[in-house]
Every structure is written in C-alpha cells, then in structure tokens.
C-alpha cells in the first residue's frame, strides 16, 4: 500500500509545491502591478530599465533576427523547390518572422541579459539588506525596485521585437536577392503584400507578454534570493530557465488564442 | 560638534506630570515630524518602545525566546550580547522587517504588529537605521544615499539634497567631495559613516544603530558616539544601539540590557558595565573567558 500511495504522494507534494510557486508569482505581480496606479511614481528608474532592455539589447537582437532571416531564406528555398513554390518563400519568411520567430527570439535573448540582471542586481540587493533599507527609508522596494522594470518590459520588448522584424525581413531579402537570384522588387511585394495588420500585431502583443514575464520573473527570483553569493546566483540562474521556458510555453498558449480567432 | 564626553546618567526620562507645557518645552526639541500623539505619549510616560514577550524561530531554531524591553522616550539604550544571540533580530523586528512569532511590540504605545501596513509605514517615516554591514545603495552616489529619505519624503528639493548631504557628511567627519563618489569606491568605515550619515539625516524620532563603531578607529568612534550622544540629547530622539565595544556602550547609553539565550538577561544603568554585579554582565564586559557565559566552542 505504502508503495502505491508515496510516489502518489511526491507527485502531490510536488503538483502542491508548483501551484503555491505560481501562486505566489502572481500575487507578487499583482502587487506590483498595483503600485503602477498609485504615487509616487519612479520615472527615472522606469527609464534606465526601458533602455536597458530596448537599447542595450538591441545589437544582440539585431544579429538574432538578421541570421535568422538569412538562414529562414536558405531553408524555405531549398524545401520549396522540391515543389515549385519558391514564389512563397517571401511569405514564409515575413509571417514567420513578425508573428513568431521575432518576439519568441528576441524574448529568449532578452530572458538571458535582463531577467539574469535583473535577478543579479535585485538578488544582491536583497542578501547585502538595501531592500530592508529601502523600507526604513520611507519607500516601498516593490514600487521602486520591481514595478517599474515590470513596465519597462511589457513597453520596451515591443519596440525590440519591431525593429527585429525589420531586420530579420532584410536579412532574408538579402540573402534571396543577392544569393539566391530573387528580383529585389518582386520579392519585396510579395513580402508586402501578404502581410497583414494582424500579424504584426500578435507578434508584438506576445512581445509585451514575453518582456512582462522577463522581468517578473527576474525581479521575482531576486527578491527571493537567500544566502549571500551563492543564493544570487542561483536566483539568477533560476530567473533565465524559468522565463526562458515560460516564453516558450506562453508562445503556445498565445498562438492558440490568435490562431483560434 | 561637542565633545562626546558627558557623563552617562539615567536620566529621568519620562516625567508622570503630563502638562501641556512639558509638552510644548519638548515640541522644541523634538523632530519637526514628530506629532502631537508620541510627545503626549512621552509626557505621559510611556515607554517609546516596549517588546513584551517577543519570539521568534528561523526554521525551527529558537533565536527570540520571550524578549521584554522597554526604552524610555529620549533616551538611549544600548543592547550588548554575544555574536548571533539575536541583537540584529530584535531591532529588526520593532522596525518590522522582521515578524515575530508571538510577543507584543509597542511604539508610544501603539501596537505596531496589529497595526494596518498604511499606519505602520508612516510610523516608519520617523524611524532611522544604520544597518551592520551599512546596507548603501551602490547604484546612487553618496549624497543621494545620504538623502534619500528627505528625497523619498519630498522634504527637499534634489538641487538642496547636495548641500544638506555635505552637511550631515561634514558630521560624520567626510568631506563634501565624498558626496559625489560611489560607495563601492569608499574604504568600510567610510561606508559606515555614510550609513549613519544616512540614519540621521532625516533626523528621526527613534534610531536604531547596529554597530555603529565597528570598524572604525578609536578617535572617529568616539566622535561618532558623540554624534550619537548629541542626536539624543540635543535632538531629542530615542536611541537603540548595538556594540561590542564597552567604552563606547558607556558612553552612548543611558541603559544598558543584556541579551543571552533569546531573552534579556539583565538591564541596568549602562556606566555600571564591568562592575554591575551581574556575574554574566560583568564577564561579558571584561571579557573573560570563565563565568557563567560558556562559549560553545568544539574542540
Ligand atoms: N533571515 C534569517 N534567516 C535565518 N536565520 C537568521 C536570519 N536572521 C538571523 N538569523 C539567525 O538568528 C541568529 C541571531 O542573528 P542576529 O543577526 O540577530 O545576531 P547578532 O546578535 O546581531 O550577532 P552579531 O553580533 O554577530 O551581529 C543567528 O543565529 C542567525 O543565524
Ligand atoms: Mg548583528
């Protein structure tokens, strides 16, 4: 009996232990959420984590969509031509770029700098007492240390993910017509006019849910940091994994809601 | 600054007329952003502070096993005890940044832990607190750190916080010029007196310093322990301090209490250290290795 019912148990515990993780992320987000609806508000901070995520990230972005685009040409146009429809290489490329490549590589590359950062720098806040210091002096660490990244990535990404899409279409424009023979003018009316309003735009609402989810998860692994240098950086190695595999999950979640309209 | 040599006395600290002229002569004193509640509190004579059972457990291990303290308004006191007997956690928990498990804390009387989180923060508005290791804020530059609070409260302008930095800085013994450089560029006790240049800047009601000298030479602890002296009698706040160094406790305290195995074992008038009678206390004070105190040491 005792054999049946412990692993039954350990899965218990360990379904209890994930719902109180989520739990507990989400009523931390909530907070801060909250405290973007009351005074005092931290513009300057929200600004330094605006440009550090919309910015700073954007050569390591930049070359993310460029390559991706360039390699998404090669790929498509060797598939294709097994059936004569190198014509829609165009299309494959833009759809794929703006509504998932763009916001699902960009949020990965920015799991890694800001959500690590930010865990980083919250995490050693947190072992060294400046968030205990915080409060003593007269300001909530949530609304000053975490709502206004939170914001900053829900509002930065997008703009990321906007010029990635550019980018990543050039990328493979380049490559179709330098490489692969493409006319520059036809292949950028095809690029054109097949895209639609919506495309783009589900590309950069999951951006803004990706770049919400990186610094949450960021400034939420920090603030719970313990245990001097060793517990930042475990934090901050939890932060990148836990964001990391959110935004590939969530990008399910999102595509299913879009694609079900 | 004046000296830091007046005589540690106990002073009387709470008188029991409570007219509302002893409340008016302190209103003098006292910090602007003290309210009429804590200077009637006073006069009455209740205690600034009381811990009246207090534990607290960390993953099961005892640290606060019944702490009661009590601390007169304008006053100082000083908290001494072995290293890891709980010292930090106390003044952590009347500030809030800890919860204890059980006990009642009360701030001129009002019972802090029952209080609603808006009434608690705004009791923490005239609470300053030199943290042990400094706690500086390494992405501001000194001056802000040091103004932070009068910044946070919009009791200044940011074009008016450099000027009222170089002062507090100058209290403390730095230049001005040490306004404008990173605390991560400061030697350690430098970035003590920046913490505490930070504690009292906002001029609090009550403060808390936990160490306050550690780490700096004798003649800069003692002028340290002046200022301290100076922000209680002058100033007229309530002070709580940690040391391990027991000139400086004779000369920043008023009272003195003595805390062993998670609950204070003695309290008394802070200049009888070393000759209080208590045979803890006084092998504490003297440091001796024999007495009641038995370190746990594995050999
Ligand atoms: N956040 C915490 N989590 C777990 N244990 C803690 C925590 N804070 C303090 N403790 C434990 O509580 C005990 C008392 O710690 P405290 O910092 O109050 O000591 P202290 O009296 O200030 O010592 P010292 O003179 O060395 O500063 C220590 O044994 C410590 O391990
Ligand atoms: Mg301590």
Known sequence: MDLVLNPLAAVGRGVLGACRTVGNAALFALEAVSHLFRPPFYGRLFLKAFLEIAYFSLPVVALTAVFTGMVLVLQSYTGFARFNATGAVANLVVLSITRELGPVLAGLMVAGRISASFAAEIGTMRVTDQIDALTTLSTNPMKYLVAPRLLAGALAMPLLVLVADVLGVMGGWLIATLKLGFVSSTYLKATFDFLQFDDVVSGLVKASVFGFIVALMGTWCGYNSKGGAQGVGGATTTAVVTSSILILALDYVLTEMFFAQ | MSGPHDPPQGQPAAQPEASTEAVNRRAEV???????????????????????????????????????????????????????????????????????????????????????????????????????????FDSLPVWENVCFKLLAQKRIGRAQARDRAAEVLAQVGLAASVGDLSPSELSGGMQKRVALARAIAARPDIIFFDEPTTGLDPIMGAVIDGLIVDCVKKLGATAVSITHDMASARRIGDQAAMIYKGRIVWEGAAATLGHSGNAMVDQFANGEREGPIQMELRR
């Open chain 2, 30 to 136: 006292l910090p602007p952003n003290t309210t009429q509640a804590s200077l009637l509190a006073a006069a009455a004579g209740v205690p600034k502070i009381r811990m009246r059972g207090v534990k607290k457990a960390f993953a099961g291990k005892v640290v606060l096993d019944g702490v009661d303290l009590e601390v007169p308004a304008q006053s100082s006191m000083v908290i001494l005890g072995g290293s890891g007997s709980g010292k930090s956690v106390t003044i952590k928990s009347i500030l809030g940044l800890v919860e204890p498990d059980e006990g009642v804390i009360e701030i001129d009387g009002v019972d802090v832990l029952r209080l609603p989180r808006r009434d608690r923060e705004a009791l923490g508005d005239r609470i300053g607190m030199l943290f042990q290791n400094g706690a500086l």
